[in-house]
């Protein structure tokens, strides 16, 4: 099957309150999928993994979406480096360490990828988005929209959020 | 043992040294260390910090939404709890494990040995391979899956392809990544077709060259450190697991076996359907995690170690002949009946993968696997017990329903709260051989972790949203005032503050 040129990947777990912005996210870009044909290809996962490195291959472009606990604003929008940090000691690693691996086991440059973050609160197993994390999808879901508009690198650097 | 190190004397008096959370384990552990004047362990505990909360998670649903709904108890073994979820309301709508059809019965053991082939391979490349191929005591900075491919490109390419080649075994049998709705009460719900069939036999050969690669590996680092190794954390303990009728390994089905540690038969093929006659579960006030232990021998002794190591030492065989040759050689370096080492964890791990591998090809290659039969019925009940192998230990799963088809009553015992008194055993045994007397450092607190991370625990199935998982490790006097902490932060970088 041919891979699509943009990837869209968010990580997050629809049961446990906040940590369903991710795949929340996700679920509204599928939507609008249905009504605009894009080059988009959509996954989600609980976590990132070593495996998702594999992921990367042959993209042209790749967001990732994640809930975020930092910081003050709504929302984040960064572009993602490859990064040897410590996120590997866990069973889930961050975005850059993911590209790290890319980079390393393919001996390429990773493509050009971006992090969204949404703000969440709350955590716990079976609770509900809280209230400000409803607001801040909200928001973060209209960034999103022009996000999609351009689907090109130098579009999305001008979009960079700078400071949280 | 050390149980004499779970609660100090003079409590008031020690300083305290917080590891919170334990890395490279999932969700969040904290081990405390009370230390006296002279940096003596008095006391070490392994924390467990979040309440888990999975019965009230579960009670009220109806009981169809199971197999999908107790996936997002972990992110790291969702497919685990998806299958004993699914041997359990397969039981509510009256359909034994004996009249699953068969195609059903073949396509959830090929999506568990997926689910368990890949579980062990991040465990040991992502997880340990770096402890274990640059030393416990290494850099922190080398103690990373980037370090290994670095120096070792092939074996970290390898894990990480087995575990690619693992969440394709689940995409193509359960429809989706994550999230797939694959088992369903009294069965299956899609057939694999040709395809997909052929999809995952193209790379099937490479698995089991890898899977056999890897248990070379392990035994090679395991036997070029005895007796090391064998004396690491290692713990003398009963051993709980399911076993084939015929005694063979069995991950998906079968009946319970214990074994003593001389390797003496305490039960064996027991119904778990019957597990609250003989499994009881104690509560100690210090932390949320419940500690297990077979009741014939009582609280102080009958507490077991669940898992690999516990699978490949109560198994009287392996009915695929490579895991089988290994299982031999396994065994035979230990010189007794069973072998103890906490490290040998690892080595019996791969002896699994190498397993699952070999059980996946044959799989593929039975017609059965093909088969569009897949669903069974019965008459309804009002009570469900699912057990299967998870890749870290026994899960059970029980429901009671009502007349309406919603849950009124849960209970789970997840394979991590079953090692739970074997890793704390394992924790103050470490901290009484390797830290006590000696300055704290970052090296050998990892020793701990090492411990720790050999069982494969998951503590709490956390989230794993940007910044939720620094590393803190605090001292404080004997009043209980700082005098120093460190930070690691989730992108990896320490900090005195």
Known sequence: MPVKPVLVFACGNLSRGDDALGPLMLEAIERQQEQQAQPLELLCDFQLQIEHALDLQQRVLVLFIDACVAGASPFGFTELSPAKDNSY????????????????ITKQAPPPCFLLTIKGETFGLGEKLSPAAEQNLAAAAGFVNGLLVDLTTSAWRKLIITSA | MYEHLETAANRDQLKRVVVDPVSRVEGHGKVTLLLDEHNKVQQARLHIVEFRGFERF??????????????????????????????????????????LPVSADKLRRLLHFGQVLQSHALHFFHLSSPDLLFGFESDIGKRSIIAVLADYPDIGLQGVKLRKYGQEVIRMVSGKRVHGTGAIA??????????????????????????????????KVHCANLPYYDQFATLRTNYLGLTKPDGGLELYHGGLRAKNAEGGTILDHFDYCRYNDIIHEEVRSWTYMKFPYLLALGQENGWYRVGPLARVNNCDYIDTPLAEAARVTFKAHANEAMVHSTLAFHWARLIELLHCAESIKVLLHDPDIMGTELLAQGEKRHEGIGVIEAPRGTLFHHYQIDENDIVTKANLIVSTTSNNMAMNESVRQVAAEYLSGRELTEPLLNNLEVAIRAYDPCLSCATHAVG??????????????????????????????
């Open chain 1, 89 to 104: 000691t866990t069973h889930a690693m961050s975005p850059a360490a993911v590209l790290a691996v890319y980079q390393t």
């Open chain 2, 58 to 99: 579960i009670q009220g649903r109806p009981y169809w939404e199971l197999p999908v709904l107790v996936q997002r108890l972990c992110g790291i073994c969702p497919v685990s709890h998806h299958l004993a979820a699914a041997k359990a309301i397969d039981q509510l709508v009256g359909v034994d494990p004996a009249n």
């Open chain 2, 186 to 219: 009294g069965g299956m719900n899609k057939a694999l077709d040709k395809a997909e069939r052929d999809y995952l036999l193209a790379d099937i050969d490479q698995m089991i060259a890898w899977g056999v690669a890897s248990v070379a590996l392990i035994q």
């Open chain 2, 468 to 497: 939720k998982m620094p590393l803190q490790l605090e001292l404080l006097d004997a009043e209980g005032r700082l005098i120093d902490k460190l930070v690691k932060h989730s992108d990896g970088q320490i900090g005195r503050v």
